[in-house]
């Protein structure tokens, strides 16, 4: 691995540190950081690969209120350079996110704590009008999330491949295959917990409509997608030609008999 691929992934790995806290862009989805990863060493077959297998793994992975979801940046971005620099397997890719996902969910919580501090400070800039000292505050803090992935990264680059590889081997195939094994179990608990927010009943049945297909007939993924965007084009062109319901301006009736006569008692 020479610098220049060095600084690259390390330009990576802190946009995906700084992305998992953004949310907006997903920079920190092992989807998108596995294939950079592995296009910047030369393997982006591998780096799709592996990144399909996390982001199944991580597909229920979320922040609800004060629970801090495993931290997918850091095990995509480590995972995926210990398995292409060391040859490894995919199953030795997931047996070393999942841990690796764990650490960097206790580093999160470190982390923000840290920044609680900077949103103090940036309270008393508000207080103060300073605006500049404010805009310092959300750089710094996104500052320290970057390092915070980009420093066990620079870590592990540093160290010897064959070090990391006879770390690799010096875990027992038990712990390996259970790992992958539960790796498997998390992708099923994550499609039921976005099946579960997809709980739409107009939606539903486009959803047995795509296990029918799937059951039944040979379409690859990217025959699946293609089918499910037509049907979403259809859906909504469909809902949007309904005529739209207007309140009706009919008077409602009363048990008052004299309610539905128009004349009152100022009409004589």
């Keep these: ?10 330009l990576i790995a802190g946009i995906a540190g700084v992305g998992s806290v953004l949310d907006e862009g997903q920079m920190h989805r092992p989807l998108i950081v596995c294939p950079l990863i592995g296009l910047v ?9 592996l990144g399909g297998q996390l982001e ?6 979320m922040n609800v209120g004060l629970a801090m979801a495993p931290d997918t940046a850091l095990s995509a971005v480590i995972s995926t350079i ?3 620099t060391t040859h490894a397997s ?12 764990a650490a960097g969910q206790m580093l999160t919580i470190f982390v923000r704590t840290i920044v609680v501090f900077l949103v103090h400070q940036g309270d008393k800039f508000a207080k103060k009008g300073k ?18 992935v980009m420093i066990p990264t620079a870590g592990v680059m540093i160290l010897n491949t064959k070090i990391v590889e006879a770390w690799l081997n010096a875990i027992p195939k038990v712990i390996s295959d259970g790992l992958q094994i539960g790796g498997g179990i998390i992708v099923v608990v994550g499609y039921a917990m976005v099946i579960n927010m997809m709980d739409v009943p107009d939606l539903k049945p486009f959803f047995y ?11 690859n993924l990217v025959g699946f997608g293609g089918l499910g965007l037509i049907f979403a084009i259809l859906y909504l062109q469909l809902e949007y030609r309904q005529p739209k319901k207007t309140l009706s301006t009919e008077k409602i009736s009363t048990a008052d008999p004299k309610a539905d006569d128009d004349d009152d008692e100022l009409d004589d």
């Design 1 to 10: 691995m020479n610098t220049g691929q060095m600084l690259l992934i390390l």
């Design 41 to 49: 060493l030369g393997d982006l077959k591998m780096g799709i690969i």
């Design 56 to 61: 199944m793994m991580a597909l229920g992975w």
């Design 82 to 84: 210990v398995v292409i």
């Design 90 to 101: 995919i199953g030795d890719g997931i047996a070393l996110a999942v841990p690796l996902a």
């Design 131 to 148: 605006y500049r000292a404010i805009e310092a505050m959300h750089l710094f803090a996104m500052a320290i999330q970057a390092l915070r």
């Design 209 to 219: 409509l795509g296990f029918l297909f799937a059951a039944f007939t040979n379409f």
